[in-house]
C-alpha cells in the first residue's frame, strides 16, 4: 500500500504542477479527488503496515495532502472555490 500511495501522490504532484499553467486550472478539479482518494489509500496503509514500514505511506499522505492544500488554495485564488 505505501508504494501504491507515493505513487499516488507524485502523480497528484505532478498534475497539480500541470493545473499551475495558465488556463488549465480547471484541472485542480480533477485532482482534488484524486489526490483525496491517494491520502484514503495511504491512512490505509498506515494502519495496516507495522510501524518500522510505514514510511512509504507517510511520505504518500504527505504528498497527497501538499496536493490537496496547494491546488485548493489555487482554486481560492482563481474564484473556483468560494
Not at 499551475?20 to 483525496?36: C, E, K, Q, R
Not at 490537496?68 to 481560492?76: N, V
Request: glycine share 14%; hydrophobic share 65%.
Amino acid at each position: 500500500m505505501g508504494i501504491i500511495s507515493l505513487l499516488w501522490g507524485i502523480v497528484a504532484l505532478l498534475w497539480m504542477l500541470l493545473a499551475f499553467i495558465p488556463l488549465l486550472g480547471w484541472g485542480n478539479w480533477f485532482m482534488i479527488p484524486f489526490a483525496t482518494v491517494g491520502a484514503i489509500i495511504a491512512a490505509i496503509g498506515l494502519a495496516v503496515t507495522s510501524p518500522e514500514k510505514r514510511g512509504r505511506a507517510k511520505a504518500g499522505l504527505v504528498l497527497n495532502l501538499v496536493a490537496i492544500a496547494i491546488g485548493a488554495f489555487r482554486l481560492m485564488m482563481g474564484g473556483g472555490i468560494l
